[in-house]
Structure formats: structure tokens, C-alpha cells
């Protein structure tokens, strides 16, 4: 059988189950460490045992809600990648709008920067390779979640600091800027998880009590305390959380700003807490 007629059988079978047809593909290639040149070439020849083997397991993760990058062990993020398994979330491209904010916004040659909740480490290892006078800190409730993204570090040769802690609980000192992508999904809205997302994904990593504003609500209550007199907070929220988290930080930041900024798809995506100027 051609690869094209293999996949498109798979594809449909993919489909079925509500997964996206392009994932198989991506995975196949990835694997196989195809151009998309070689890809395309392939599509018109038969298919060996051994490659049927793979497209095979590749199918069977797929159709059992496995994401795609976990199959692969990596996903890329600003440019770099990062390791990933079940222990942390797999980065996402909003997620970049975040860290591209916060290095258009902040141009200082020295920074003491903390992610709080870093997971793969994609946030703070990306601030850190661009910004390399920039004192990085990572935290994560997670020891598990730590121990991956420090592997992140070293690979991608990247100076960050790493501690197991719930927010701000285990960590001293004073920070210029805070950025933290948290869990913020309500368990009331857990029909709006993709089944992939929902069956492989870590769920620590993405609900949140108190209707998904519980850790936001940790932040605002402990950031007053280590946020320097100029530091910036950098949020990624749900796109229905604006209102609420804005007045969360307002309230534990009365004399400065707070800006709810939406992603490309004109979505409330990133709360920003700050002095007012750029």
C-alpha cells in the first residue's frame, strides 16, 4: 500500500474519534526526521513493514487521546525545544505572545525575574536564552514537573534556578518581574478540554479551585510583599477571566496599572500589572 493511502485510512479513522488528522503526519514525520520535501515524496511509495509498525503505533496513541508531542517527546516553543511527557503541559503558541510581551516591554540589562509554576520550563528558559544578564527563577509545585524542566535547562544551556514551591510560599527575596502561566480552568468547564488535553495532560497543571481564580487569588495576595517598587506582573488567563483577575491585582496594586491584553484571535489572553509605562 502507498504511504497517502495508508494515512488517509488512518486519518479517517482519526477523525472519527475527534482527533485532528494532521497529527498523525506530524508525529510520522517528526520520527522519522523527514524534510517535508522527503514527506511529500514518500506519499507516492509503497509502505515498508517497519514503517507500517510505526505509523501503527503512532495510530493507536492517537486514537487513545496520546497529544501528538508527547508521541514525539518534544515540542517547540520560541523558537527551541523542549522535552515533554505526562509530567508537564505541552507549551502552547499563546503562550509565546506572553514571553514575546514581556521582552518587547522590558529592555533592562538586569532583572530579577521568577515564573511561578514553570512546568517544562518553557517560559523561564526562554526569557533567560534571550535575556542572558536577566536572574531567572522557576518554581513549581510539581517535583516531578522540576526535574523535567531543569533537563530543559541544561540541554538548551540555559542559566535558571529552580525551586519546589506552592506560589510564593518556599521563596525569598525581591523580584522585578513576575510571570506565571497557572492552572486556571474551572472543573465546571471541563467540557471545554480537548479529550487529548483532558486524557493525557497533567491535571495539577490545569485546574484551579475557587472556579479557576485560585492561584491568581495566591499571587495577588503574596506578590505585594517580594514585587520591587517598579516590577511588572505577566498573567496568561482563560479568555473569559479578564475582568475578574484585573480585579484581583487592582485591588493588591491600587497605585499601579493593570491591562487586560488579548491574544492574535482577539481573545483576552494576558493580564499585566505595572507602573504605567513601557
Not at 517544562?120 to 534571550?130: E, F, H, V
Not at 514537573?145 to 506560589?167: G, I, P, W, Y
Request: glycine content about 6%; hydrophobic content about 40%; proline content about 4%.
Amino acid at each position: 500500500m502507498l504511504l497517502g493511502q495508508l494515512l488517509a485510512q488512518y486519518e479517517e479513522e482519526l477523525i472519527a474519534v475527534g482527533e485532528e488528522a494532521e497529527s498523525l503526519s506530524f508525529a510520522y514525520r517528526a520520527l522519522k526526521n523527514w524534510t517535508f520535501t522527503d514527506f511529500v515524496l514518500a506519499l507516492q511509495k509503497e509502505v515498508e513493514a517497519e514503517d507500517q509498525a510505526l505509523l501503527q503505533s503512532i495510530f493507536e496513541q492517537l486514537k487513545y487521546h496520546v497529544p501528538a508531542q508527547y508521541i514525539i517527546g518534544s515540542a517547540e516553543f520560541c523558537g527551541h525545544v523542549f522535552t515533554v511527557d505526562e509530567r508537564v503541559l505541552i507549551p502552547r503558541p499563546e503562550t509565546e505572545e506572553l514571553v514575546t510581551l514581556i521582552l518587547e516591554e522590558n529592555s533592562r540589562e538586569s532583572l530579577r525575574v521568577l515564573d511561578i509554576g514553570t512546568g517544562s520550563g518553557a517560559i523561564a528558559i526562554s526569557l533567560a536564552l534571550a535575556r542572558p544578564n536577566w536572574q531567572v527563577q522557576a518554581s513549581d509545585v510539581s517535583e516531578e514537573a522540576l526535574e523535567l524542566a531543569q533537563a530543559n535547562a541544561q540541554e538548551l544551556e540555559a542559566v535558571v534556578s529552580f525551586k519546589t514551591s506552592d506560589v510564593l510560599d518556599e521563596l525569598e527575596g525581591l523580584y522585578d518581574l513576575i510571570v506565571s502561566n497557572p492552572p486556571y480552568i474551572s472543573r465546571d468547564d471541563i467540557e471545554e478540554v480537548g479529550a487529548n488535553v483532558l486524557a493525557s495532560e497533567p491535571h495539577l497543571a490545569l485546574f484551579a479551585d475557587r472556579d479557576g481564580y485560585a492561584i491568581y487569588e495566591k499571587i495577588a495576595q503574596q506578590a505585594p510583599s517580594v514585587l520591587t517598587p517598579d516590577g511588572k506582573i505577566y498573567l496568561e488567563i482563560s479568555y473569559k477571566q479578564g475582568k475578574k483577575v484585573k480585579e484581583l491585582f487592582q485591588e493588591a496594586f491600587p497605585n499601579k496599572r493593570v491591562r487586560v491584553l488579548k491574544d492574535q484571535f482577539g481573545q483576552d489572553r494576558m493580564v499585566v500589572v505595572d507602573n504605567g509605562s513601557i
